[in-house]
DNA sequence: GCTTGATTTAATCATTTGATTAAATCAAAA
DNA sequence: TTTTGATTTAATCAAATGATTAAATCAAGC
């Protein structure tokens, strides 16, 4: 028996994580994924059944590993706002320098995808009923702010956190930045963009 | 003669920027295209030559619509810091509750083909040469900020206008946010980004 | 009405690509 | 060594898809 992470299914997985987040699924060949792992094309589609049936299988674990930034931080009762905020940003930021392509996949492929996969996964219960976006509230309410933009709020401390990442092509395509550039600029995003979430939440 | 607009040139090239914007290059076939256009696939190829033809014009005369909201702006003497960053602001709000699908669709396609398609649209220099980030800088000297905050700056001001309409599909996925009131937060951030811009400038 | 060139179509081709099959190979147990 | 089941491969199939071709249709000018 060979240890799980090198077993043939394991490297039929990885492979196909890693051509479906780089191409996409309708970008994607299953020889690609084959000649990545190695392996033959038959034996693919003897441990996966189907192409369809692999692509589920990569959504759902890309999903459960992005979710999980949020989750693990969102409901303990101890920590502060503040720290929520950080700990969240800390936690995308760690996980998306090393793997800078789920954003944009998962943004895509939801869209290509009218499969309501985010709703089973509770997601806006999973915000909307926590302890952080109850802390939120109660921040906003001592800055005199409205309760209607919560939601502004929330999209502006996911953007901050994500959107670099979906751009990196285009910077990258635009200018001179390397990959240690922006995952340097990233590492400082760690510490500015709670900042700038209190400096927003503070003015006006 | 008929008419430029409804010219059969015409009808498939706006068949083919609909398609191309919602599927992606590998997403689309060349009938999908015909089909929306009303007419026959050799027609397509009679016209345009290749699929890949096609997508090029598409892709540049929707990078060029994409930018002439940035170039339109960008360096206009008269105007203020404030007031640009608002025009800013505005055509893309604009432009993109119109066409909400042109930021997933320039992110995921740029990044799908390395072409230097970028650089030679001269990105950079219409960006860090513009009268608007010389003014930035200036407002940020005031606030004695570091120059290297510079880029951060300018993504989060390009992040909270685009990234919401990349974000959409996930919304609408997720909770019950129609068109509409997508279309109506997006209007209310028209005038709370520059808000939200200056209170991160004035902060620390 | 006829001619001519532009426009449009149906039919077909060649390649790509997802999937299957039957046979070969290999490793472990008897 | 032989047997047995799991693993792997080469070969092939069928459908999808980009592209071409030759013929039909149509509109304008004579």
Redesign the pocket.
Known sequence: ?VAKDS??EEKIKNAARHVFHIKGYAG?????IAEEA??????????F??????FEIVMMETLRDFLQSLTSVFNDMESSFETKLEMVVNNYITLLVKEPEIPLFILSELRRNPTHLLQKMNVKEIIMQSYFVKQLLEVMEQNKMAQKDLLHLIINIIGMTIFPFVAKPIFQSIGEISNEQFSAMMEERKTLIPKWIKAILTSK
């Open positions: 028996m077993s043939t994607t060949r299953t020889r690609d190695g392996i033959n094309l038959a034996l693919l589609n003897y441990y059944r189907s192409k369809e049936k692999l």
